[in-house]
Structure formats: structure tokens, C-alpha cells
């Protein structure tokens, strides 16, 4: 009997060990401003997200706090803008937004709807799930400075992103806009594939006309980094 209960305890601590050893911290970029940290288990293709998650605005600001669980996002988590104020609260296990906070006048983010409104209408605009921040990243990374502009001031320059979704809370069209303040004429759209994106960022919250879905337009103002890539202001 002792040396099964001892079998079994050696057995027991051999798989702990190779847990362990499977099991990695990660810190790595998102994107030049946002760095992500959490846990990784080494599977025998990929890594798989396990545990607490936490992304960082200059590695010091959290913009996202949650779990994952066998690499898909569990439970309840917190978002915040890049100076750490919160703006969404929002639980995966449900698909339920818990909190989103309401946008001041200084937003960069605009909302544009098909459908002509009365006064005695009741209108919700649509919503990202991981905030007006954190939720956008995917987005951002698909940006790349045209070969022709790589020489050009940025400083003169500015983006637009541009979001079509669908009254069934998906993307419908995604393109960017490069624009000056010095030429209202100036244009140079980038149309991007939602297909770049993964399942689960092509996600949203629809818009709605008296309770009832409708299609939005969200423009996200974006500025150039000194590394050529691009942020929400």
C-alpha cells in the first residue's frame, strides 16, 4: 500500500514538473507603444494563453486586465484609455458589456448612420469589445506606410481609420485614409481585407435604431508615430 500511495506521488510530482517546464512568462509588443504579459503553455505546435493577461500603454499603463483560459478570453475584463482611465468592462463568458463609459466631445472616435433619425428616436452607437483603445490594435497593426511617403514629413500628416460594420456586428469594410492639414483635396485610401483580421476582432457591438440593428461608420483619428506606424489620439 505505501508503495503505491508512493508511486503515485512520484507520478504525480513527474507531471507537475513537466507542467512547469511547459509553462513560460511572455512579454512581448503588441505594437511599438503597448506591451502584453502573461502566461504561456508550450503545446506541441503553439503557445496557448493560460491565466492572468495584462496589456501596458509605455509599459506602464494598463489598458487591459483579464484571463484567458486555453487561449480564448474568459470572464470579466477591464479595459482603460492609454492614461489608465477606465472605458469598458466587458464579460466573454456571456457576451455582455457590462460598462462602457460615455465619450466626451474631445473623442476620436465618429459615428456616422445610414438611417435618417427623429427626434423621438432612441439611438445606441456601435461598440468595440476590448474599448475605444486596447479593442483597436488589431486594426492599427494593419497599417503600412506606402513606399512613396517613407520620405515625406509625417509631422504634416494624419490617418483616418474607416470601419464599416454591419447590422450583424461584423466588419464589413476596413480602409485607411491618409490625409493633410494643409490640403482638404488630399486622400490616399489604403482599402484593407477584414479577412487579415482574426474571428474574433472582426466582432462588434451592432448600432441600433429603437432597439432594432442597423449598419454604422466608425472614423478612429489616428496620428504617425516616429517609427512610421500609426496610434488612436
Known sequence: MAKTILLSFLMLMGITH????????????VTPQVTEKYTAVIATDREIKQ?????????KTPIAVGKYTDDKKTGTWQFFNKYGQPVQRYNYDTNTLQLETKEDEFSNLHYKFDTDFKDTDFVTK??????????????????????????????AYY????????????LAEFKFHIK????D?????????????????????????????????ITILCYFTDSQTIDIK
Open 18 to 29: 513537466c507542467f512547469a517546464q511547459d509553462t513560460i512568462k511572455r512579454t512581448r509588443k
Open 51 to 59: 491565466g492572468l493577461y495584462q496589456a501596458l500603454y509605455n509599459r
Open 126 to 155: 456601435p461598440v468595440k469589445p476590448g474599448g475605444r483603445y486596447y479593442g483597436y490594435l488589431p486594426y492599427l497593426k494593419c497599417f503600412t506606410l506606402p513606399r512613396e511617403m517613407r520620405e515625406a514629413d509625417l509631422d
Open 159 to 170: 490617418v483616418e481609420m474607416e470601419l464599416l460594420v454591419s447590422p450583424g456586428g461584423r
Open 180 to 183: 493633410t492639414r494643409w490640403d
Open 185 to 217: 483635396d488630399f486622400d490616399w485610401v489604403i482599402n484593407v481585407s477584414p479577412n487579415r483580421l482574426f474571428e474574433d476582432d472582426k466582432k462588434f457591438i451592432p448600432a441600433t435604431l429603437n432597439r432594432e440593428p442597423i449598419s454604422s461608420q
